[in-house]
């Protein structure tokens, strides 16, 4: 999961919020809740908390046993918004 991923990365850097907050544009009480789960991040926000840390995203595709390319269910299109590219 991307939010572990990212609080690791930050505290073997040794960062503060504070300077997380600084670097990606992200008001500390935001970064907070997403350290929490308590909120989740869009897309260019956690790009943004990714950079911050020196790090960047990645996606990878799963081929099951049919062949057929499937989506993680973290990206699952039923709680997308097309209009908006908002989850």
């Known amino acids: 999961q991307a939010r572990l991923i990212l609080v690791k990365q930050r505290f073997q850097l040794n960062l503060s919020l504070r300077i997380i907050s600084d670097r990606s544009g992200i008001p500390i009480s935001t970064l907070s809740g997403y350290e929490v789960g ?46 908006s590219g908002i989850r």
């Open 38 to 83: 308590k909120h989740h991040p869009s897309f260019v926000r956690l790009a943004a908390w990714a950079w911050a840390l020196g790090m960047t995203l990645g996606y990878s595709f799963k081929d099951n046993k049919s062949g057929e390319i499937t989506v993680p269910s973290a990206m699952d299109n039923s709680s997308f918004d097309r209009s």
